[in-house]
């Protein structure tokens, strides 16, 4: 078992920053990639990024490119995700997840590939 907990969310004004943490807890963190998703009100649970084990790669949606970083410390078995120039439209709650599999994008940008899962953080950006 993974246990992982999200922190770092709140209200921010549209271009401004935050950054989430997600602490694991269980199981070998390094064993694992890790992604973050969203889910607004209404709306599908959707990719925004994902590391890999080493912290050495990383995949990024589209919509999020340029802004968003995620970043790993395995010796403190947290998994970032930086956000910069925030938009409304990035008003969600997110949440960080853990996975055991083939890292590559596929995979990886599918929430159904994760087996572990944290509670979520709300993220809410004013304009």
């Known amino acids: 078992q993974v246990q992982l907990v999200e922190s770092g969310g709140g209200l921010v004004q549209a271009g401004g920053s935050l950054r989430l943490s997600c602490a694991a807890s269980?199981?070998?963190?390094?064993?694992?990639?890790m992604g973050w998703f969203r889910q607004a009100p209404g709306k599908e649970r959707d990719f925004v990024a994902a590391?890999?084990?080493?912290?050495?790669?990383?995949f990024d949606a589209d919509s999020v490119k340029g802004r968003f970083t995620s970043s790993r410390d395995n010796a403190k078995n947290t998994v970032y995700l930086q956000m910069n120039s925030l938009k409304p439209e990035d008003t969600a709650v997110y949440y960080c997840?853990?996975?055991?599999?083939?890292?590559?994008?596929?995979?990886?940008?599918?929430?159904?590939?994760?087996?572990?899962w944290g509670q979520g953080t709300q993220v809410t950006v004013a304009s």
């Open positions: 997840a853990a996975a055991s599999g083939l890292f590559v994008r596929p995979v990886a940008r599918t929430p159904d590939s994760y087996g572990y």
């Open positions: 269980g199981r070998t963190f390094s064993n694992y990639f």
């Open positions: 590391i890999s084990r080493s912290g050495n790669t990383r």
